[in-house]
């Protein structure tokens, strides 16, 4: 839009466009009150008037282009950095995007800012999926591989996933008490129905990894050699492997919330 706008605008600018407006001025002023002066007249005051608002509205953009340039910056980090980073940078975003709230014309609105906050709910998302393998998780414990890089990116993700809605509600706060700028009161469900239910299979994916690996720890040969209820040990033990591989060879999309049953 911006460059269409400033194509538009350098072509009103021509000397050419500039001439053709001041000769329709000079006839107007010399016919005087006739009628095709009154037309031409109306026809000058409605070009100008539009010239105007395309001026204001160019303005706009290029403010625009400031703006989205600042946050690109911010989303570079969340889109591309390791989860390390992207913690970090989820605050310095939500600083960025209440300075453009308060200094926006165009993103001072309810649809535009709130669509600004949802882009970022679904990058994190994004960022989450693509870096929890809990299917990968499963098989290391269950050949006794060590799991600690794997279970680490699943911590990160959860605690990501908590720090955007703090942060969020964080800055809605600070907004609301500075009496200054208008509240954020967007819609909570869109913003946080996705991130909350990753948050949630993140903590679960460490619960279960945890419970698996101190199961496959316990139920040893050694320990069925020294039990009695062998029988029941080796049942155990079965019904722990089967439920990984049924882990492991799963179609579903875990973060798909219309997928759980």
């Not at 706008?5 to 407006?21: E, F, H, Y």
């Amino acid at each position: 839009r911006h460059d269409e706008l400033l194509g538009l605008i350098t072509q009103l600018k021509d000397p050419c466009m500039t001439n053709a407006v001041e000769v329709l001025r000079q006839y107007v002023r010399k016919r005087g009150k006739t009628d095709a002066s009154h037309r031409v007249g109306r026809l000058v005051s409605t070009y100008i008037s539009l010239e105007v608002d395309l001026a204001q509205l160019f303005d706009e953009c290029k403010d625009n282009v400031k703006f989205l340039l600042a946050l690109e910056s911010h989303f570079k980090v969340l889109a591309e950095d390791p989860l390390s980073n992207v913690l970090q940078g989820i605050s310095p975003t939500l600083r960025a995007l209440r300075m453009i709230w308060t200094i926006s014309h165009h993103y001072n609105d309810d649809s535009r800012m709130g669509s600004l906050l949802l882009s970022l709910s679904e990058l994190l998302v994004r960022r989450v999926r693509g870096a929890v393998h809990y299917q990968e998780l499963i098989v290391r414990i269950v050949h006794g591989d060590r799991a600690d890089v794997v279970l680490e990116q699943v911590r990160l993700s959860s605690e990501i996933l908590k720090a955007w809605k703090s942060e969020y509600y964080r800055t809605r706060d600070d907004i609301a008490r500075s009496n200054r700028e208008s509240r954020w009161e967007f819609d909570r469900d869109r913003l946080f129905a996705r991130t909350d239910h990753a948050a949630k299979l993140c903590d679960e994916f460490i619960e279960m990894t945890i419970v698996v690996k101190d199961l496959k720890t316990f139920l040893t040969p050694r320990l069925t050699a020294m039990t009695l209820e062998s029988d029941a040990i080796v049942d155990i033990a079965e019904r722990v492997d089967a439920l990984c591989l049924s882990i492991e060879i799963s179609k579903v999309d875990a973060f798909d919330p219309s997928q759980q049953g």
